[in-house]
T-cell receptor, first 117, second 110 residues
Framework: GAVVSQHPSWVICKSGTSVKIECRSL??????MFWYRQFPKQSLMLMAT?????????EQGVEKDKFLINHASLTLSTLTVTSAHPEDSSFYIC?????????????FGEGSRLTVL | QQQVKQSPQSLIVQKGGISIINCAYE??????FPWYQQFPGKGPALLIA?????SEKKEGRFTISFNKSAKQFSLHIMDSQPGDSATYFC?????????FGTGTSLTVIP
């Protein structure tokens, strides 16, 4: 299947700093990418839908200025957690749809564990 | 409102047994029903998927049963193995809209 690479896989930062997480589709073009947040033993919580070349669509309750999403190319989307605080500590996962395969399959990255001290 | 309802929340099965996880949906616009397997600290991986024009799909030890009239679908894991211990998510989608179940934590006891 298609590969989605997420980097970094884990990051520790101090409170008040910003952290950027990258999501790349390695062998396909992704018009749309999704960003999720997952708390321990819970399901995936959709944060935002990222479309190449346009502004991301955020889910209700997700702060746009806190979680900056950029989808500058068909293979790269980034999530920047600005002025991170301990409550932002979580597992962040991206996913992408292969637009050329037309199968509707959704491929996930390996996730990024963020710990804010 | 939960678009996809998944049960049970957790499941313990003996090695060699059958694991069954159920999901139900309401929106008849859904046209793609995947199952994902997630190991701790990893992203979900597509396991098997089905479209509503078939009632069953089998891939190795994994089978999806789909009941369009009841708006239900289930994952059956035959000959369950300890390596199958993971969290399983069902999902339903149309277009680029994906809705996930709450997950089932499966433990297969040796």
């Amino acid at each position: 299947g298609a590969v989605v690479s997420q980097h970094p896989s884990w990051v520790i930062c101090k409170s008040g700093t910003s952290v950027k997480i990258e999501c790349r589709s390695l062998d396909f073009q992704a018009t749309t990418m999704f960003w999720y947040r997952q708390f321990p033993k819970q399901s995936l919580m959709l944060m935002a839908t990222s479309n190449e070349g346009s502004k991301a669509t955020y889910e209700q309750g997700v702060e746009k200025d806190k979680f900056l999403i950029n989808h500058a190319s068909l293979t790269l989307s980034t999530l920047t957690v600005t002025s991170a605080h301990p409550e932002d500590s979580s597992f962040y996962i991206c996913s992408a749809v292969d637009r050329t395969a037309n199968t509707g399959e959704l491929f996930f990255g390996e996730g990024s564990r963020l710990t804010v001290l | 409102q939960q678009q996809v309802k998944q049960s049970p929340q957790s499941l313990i099965v003996q090695k060699g047994g059958i694991s069954i996880i159920n999901c139900a949906y309401e929106n008849t616009a859904f046209d793609y029903f995947p199952w994902y397997q997630q190991f701790p600290g990893k992203g979900p991986a597509l396991l098997i998927a089905i479209r509503p024009d078939v009632s069953e799909k089998k891939e190795g030890r994994f089978t999806i049963s789909f009941n369009k009239s009841a708006k239900q679908f289930s994952l059956h894991i035959m000959d369950s193995q300890p390596g199958d211990s993971a969290t399983y998510f069902c999902a339903a989608s149309f277009g680029n809209q994906f809705y996930f179940g709450t997950g089932t934590s499966l433990t297969v006891i040796p």
